[in-house]
């Protein structure tokens, strides 16, 4: 009986083990469904990506932009400077921004270039005059596409009581989703003539070269939010 009873639970052992080392069996996934489930994968994906080819309005990300400027000291080196306060916007309608339209102001006694003195001396009237003339603004007129990811953006830019066309060479970063929102970003610089606004102080070296020189290059960095 005891014999009889051992080689039972032997054959019930083997039984067991045997099944559960069975293979599984293969799951039939036909065309349809595969088609679904791609489906599904491109659809998620898709949502992630910001839609261009609606019009849309963006506006500055103050937080992670800066105006800046650089103007040649002493004929041998370069003084830099920024803009701390500042705004602007973008309206189009066409993904290619070819209708764009720009608007950037520019608060003037938001200078710094890291001296209190010049930054005073700036916001004389030899140089921006902050107090009757607070605000710089540009105002586009045109933008076309350069090649690539190159724009000259055209338009008119006001320091003082002078209004003058200018271009910036832009170069578009391209666009992001994160947390919930659209953001772009840009870089754009020229160079003007600060003669020509008005920014008249001009005292000269011992070598006859000006002391700043009469050429501004002007630079922002722009990450913009897309309302």
Known sequence: MKRLILSSMAVISIAIISFAFQPSPKKTVTKNQAATAQNKV?????????????????????????????????????????FKLFDGTMEHSKPDFSDAKVNFTVDVASINTDNDNRDKHLKSDDFFNAEKFPT?????????????????????????DVTKP??????????????????????????????????????????????????????????????
């Open 166 to 227: 200018v271009v910036f060479d832009v170069t578009y970063g391209g666009q992001v989703a994160n947390q919930g929102k659209t953001k772009a970003g840009f870089k754009a610089k020229t160079t003007i003539n600060r003669f020509d606004y008005g920014l008249k102080w001009d005292k000269a070296t011992e070598a006859g070269g000006l002391v700043v020189s009469k050429e501004v290059e002007l630079l922002l960095n722009l990450e913009m939010n897309k309302a």
């Open 136 to 160: 710089i603004k540009f105002v586009s007129t045109s933008i076309k596409n350069a090649g690539g990811n190159k724009y000259k953006l055209a338009g008119n830019l006001t320091i003082r």
């Open 42 to 82: 491109t659809t998620q994906q898709t949502k992630t990506l910001p839609d261009v080819s609606e019009p849309a309005k963006w506006t500055v990300d103050k937080a992670h932009s800066n105006v800046k400027f650089n103007v040649t000291h002493l004929v041998v080196s370069e003084v830099e400077g920024s």
